[in-house]
């Protein structure tokens, strides 16, 4: 799959240059060199989902993991320049079933990371289970046409975003909004592709303002409510999701989102504190 633009960009190779190995027996943290992606670059940063979906990529290829990706969140504390980057990522404990993590992204000349992060990683066993949160009816994706782009925003030409019931820049007094959200070109639905989906989703002050306003991310997290295998067999080359605001208020808001595949299996809940300049 490394010749699709999207592995391109959460690409790593581990850096040798300085000798972090745990004790015997111990847990180690990696450290990776990595590249901003001009395809998934942002208006004037990179798109904050590749980004997301690179420090996932580092825990999933630390050779000490444990188990799936069960929760994560990223604080994104500076601007990201075009260039190298340094992903971090420590195992900070491991238990049974839970494995818990600290990463960090930093850049040549800044002395401070330039986003830090937590994550749960974890073994899921055989238990009762159910959905509360259920797929919306929705028109497939291919009856659908794909929402137009703007200019001089890459990493939305890989993205098909077909939306079943409104227009992202509606304005009005909802920023409700639901969707199809696919690669470009078609890629199968892994951990990181779907922790990008998370962030996807236009802001929601451009929905309520009907046009683009000045916005960052502050915090975003995401909840994953599938495990590997069953990811895997879903074979989902779309997902479905629904994203919504709770409340604006003196320069932040929140945006949360559902993500479901084509079968309607739940696949990740998703939630992000953004400020914004009105």
């Known amino acids: 799959m490394n010749d699709h633009d999207f592995d391109r960009a959460i690409q790593l190779q581990a850096d040798d240059s300085l000798d972090l190995s745990a004790p015997s027996g111990g847990l180690a943290t990696m450290r990776y060199l990595a590249h901003t992606s001009e395809p998934y670059w942002n208006a004037i940063s990179p798109f904050g989902g590749t980004t997301v979906a690179l420090v996932l990529n580092a825990i999933l290829q630390h050779p000490q993991r444990l188990g ?14 075009k ?26 000349g800044d002395d401070s990371p330039l986003l830090t992060g937590t994550a749960v990683f974890a073994v899921r066993r055989d238990t009762w289970s159910d959905s509360e949160s259920r797929m919306p009816a929705a028109p497939p994706p291919e009856t659908l046409e794909r929402q137009t782009p703007p200019a001089n925003v890459p990493f939305l030409e890989r993205y098909a975003m077909r939306y079943v019931d409104s227009h992202p820049l509606q304005g009005g007094d909802s920023s409700l909004t639901q969707c199809w959200i696919s690669d470009l070109p078609p890629r199968p639905v892994d951990f990181p ?10 802001p929601r002050l451009f929905v309520r303002k009907g046009a683009p306003r000045p916005i960052s991310t502050v915090s975003l997290s ?13 074979q989902c080359l779309a997902a479905f999701g629904r994203s919504r605001a709770n409340g604006f208020y003196r320069g932040y808001y929140d945006q949360e989102a559902v993500l479901w595949s084509p079968r309607g299996s739940l696949l990740a809940t998703t939630h992000q504190m953004v400020w914004f300049r009105d």
């Open 68 to 81: 799936d990706p069960l929760a994560m969140t990223v604080n994104f504390a500076g601007p990201i320049q």
């Open 222 to 234: 995401i909840n994953f409510h599938i495990d590997g295998e069953a990811l895997a067999n879903e």
């Open 83 to 108: 260039g190298p980057m340094l992903v971090e990522v420590s195992p900070i404990r491991t238990g049974r079933s839970t494995q818990h993590w600290a990463m960090s992204i930093r850049q040549q």
């Open 193 to 202: 592709s779907l922790a990008a989906y998370c962030d996807s989703f236009a």
